[in-house]
């Protein structure tokens, strides 16, 4: 048994990892065939990657997946920390797995990902769920197979959850959930430490994938037919710190985009990070899609500052008119919190009028959520829940307002959209992304799905665009 603990997980080693590749067992290959599995996904798309070599894994034991968690052989859930009602979600499903397991005791109930690198969560599960067979962290996803065999022979509670950072897993099998848009990660952990962030003690140190590795993994995309690659980490502009020489994300972008993939996005980006020569790569290769997800969280310096985020109001500006002004047809889209302990009202009105300014393409906007471990949720919090609500509500309006706006002017153009799929209201649309990210539904044919077409826009509404395809 192997428990986290959130100390050991904001130390940061100097000690340099060593390049380890995936091999499976031979004795386990197939060995449960005929059983299945149910694999429910919260949190980011970094989660959503892991879960997509968490699928191959258990599929090279023999598992095949069902959707349907009433007719899993084991139930797994990959959960997410970052605010109290991702932890909420994971616990009700999990009360329903429980009642699952009375009519059906045989069954194998899992849990894994972020909340797993969580101190309390595990001792809870202890204590209170012993219906739980295994656990395990974000650092060890590799030694699924081993535990779940180890659980399913002993019957005992296994947990194995690795407080810190291990060796980078090279060559994990990987079950996509696209044929035309990969995740490909570059990135592991976070050093930020925004004082309000659960991730640099879930996710760990900062470590860059070798170059080599990326690269090989998006040729191999680019050879079977992938259209997009989005390149994950929590903090992608931070690329390349962690290694030996100058090799940064402006290298990486442009090595990426060499290899000809037609579309690259990437996210997230700190501004913090963000530096002129990455601008100067993603406007000189149209194959980087102009689209940046740029964190603001506050329009306030005293609340930045107090978030730890190592930019002020203004210098944030400065990069966002420069990415504007640079990158032809750029959108920039944002995340904000309302409700930090303390922020008052003036400073609230601060962030409406940032967002004013910014008029972004997208904002996921969130109530401060104390995560417990972080400085942040120890600091005093006078502002009632109710007026949390109430900015919250304000600062949608003033985002959803914008979102509108920009989607509108879009009208009559001709964008290009990777086509993927039919969409789920109506079986006669297609619904793709456009290179601004923006969702877009349109009348065409089921030939054009998993290509890049020309599609003109014919209506704007909040969260999406109407269009017919432009083909001549
Ligand atoms: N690495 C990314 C963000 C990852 S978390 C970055 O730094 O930009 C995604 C978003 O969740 C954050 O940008 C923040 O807006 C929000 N978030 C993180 N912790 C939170 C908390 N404790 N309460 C509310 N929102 C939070
Ligand atoms: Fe969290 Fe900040 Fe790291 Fe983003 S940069 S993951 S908000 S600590
Ligand atoms: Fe959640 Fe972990 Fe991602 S906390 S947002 S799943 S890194």
Known sequence: MLLPNLKEARERTKKDYQRQEYHLDEALK???TGKKYYLKTYGCQMNEHDSENIKALLEELGFDETTDYKNADLLLLNTCSIRENAHNKAFGMLGRFKHLKEER???????CGCMAQEEQVVIDIMERAPFVNFVFGTHNIHRLPTLLDECLHTKHQEIEVYSREGDIIEKMPVHRESTYKAFVNIIYGCDKFCTYCIVPYTRGKQQSRKKE?????????????????????????????DLEGDYGMAELLEDVAKTNIPRIRFVTSHPW??????IDVIKRYPNIMPSIHLPVQSGSDRIL????????????????HQLKEQIPNCAISTDIIVGFPGETNAEFEETLALAKECKFDNAFTFIFSPRAGTPAAKLEDPITKEEKEERLQRLNEVVNHYFLLNNQKLIDQTVPV?????????????FGYTDTNKLINFEGSKDLIGKIVPVKVTEAKTWSLDGVYDGR
């Open 213 to 241: 590795d990326i690269i090989d993994e998006v040729l191999e995309l680019v050879h079977e037919g992938y259209q997009e690659v989005t390149l994950l980490g929590q903090n992608v502009n931070a690329y390349g710190k």
């Open 418 to 430: 990777l086509v993927e799929g039919t969409s789920e209201k109506n079986e006669n649309l297609l």
């Open 30 to 32: 197939g060995k449960y």
């Open 305 to 320: 500052k107090l978030m730890g985020r190592r930019y002020t109001k203004a210098s944030y500006l400065t990069l966002f």
């Open 273 to 278: 990070d963000f530096t002129s020569s990455m």
């Open 105 to 111: 005791p045989e069954i194998v109930i899992g849990l």
